[in-house]
């Protein structure tokens, strides 16, 4: 029996997007690279500050720098363009706030890139502080801007298969232990059995 999601195209991007690390060297269009912009821009945002700016890299010699300065990002060289997401700390509303309006952001760009036949992957660059003065350095950023993740976009030179990744065990409801563990325990929240114990 299928589910609501299985059965909504609308969720379908959500569901199937995965991460791609082998990209073709063909390029990525104008017009789709706008189409992403516009797909990060409309992500949720706390208190609509949308604090973001977004640095779109094509130069070749800036691509081999950070598949040096990234250890994890030798696919960068391979896919014809990467997006620096960085965050504007002058548009703060609610402090803090700025990094999970940027988390939201791109994941609306690796999203949008599996609804375009793209690929994407999202490398981490905040909180680590030596990346953050590396990018910020090298991409002569102003002191107020906070390098955030960099999504390297391109066509996928692999599709990899979807996999299951619902864990009901990962859900909880009404509190940790739920309306049935809590009555198993009588309400007292420690639980007789040993594997919960474990996790309390």
């Not at 379908?12 to 992403?36: C, K």
Request: charged share 25%; net charge negative.
């Amino acid at each position: 029996m299928c589910t609501l999601i299985q059965e909504t195209a609308m969720m379908d991007p959500v569901m199937s997007s995965r991460t791609v690390r082998e990209f073709t060297d063909q390029p990525v269009s104008d017009d789709m690279l706008q189409d992403l912009l516009k797909t990060a821009m409309s992500a949720s945002s706390a208190g609509d500050q949308r604090p973001w700016h977004f640095v779109v890299i094509r130069d070749l010699k800036t691509r081999e720098w950070m598949e040096e300065a990234l250890p994890e990002a030798f696919m960068v060289t391979q896919a014809p363009l990467s997006i620096l997401l960085c965050g504007d700390l002058s548009y703060q509303k609610h402090v803090g706030f700025w990094a999970l309006d940027c988390a939201a952001a791109t994941e609306n760009i690796v999203i949008g890139a599996d609804h375009l036949g793209l690929g994407a992957i999202w490398l981490g660059i905040y909180p680590i502080e030596g990346r953050v003065q590396q990018f910020r350095t090298v991409l002569n950023l102003p002191k107020k801007i906070t390098p955030f993740s960099l999504v390297v976009v391109g066509y996928p030179a692999e599709r990899r298969r979807n996999e299951e990744r619902y864990i009901p065990s990962r859900i909880h409801y009404d509190g940790w232990l739920g309306a049935k563990a809590k009555a198993e325990t009588g309400g007292s929240g420690k639980s007789n059995d040993p594997d919960r114990r474990a996790d309390e």
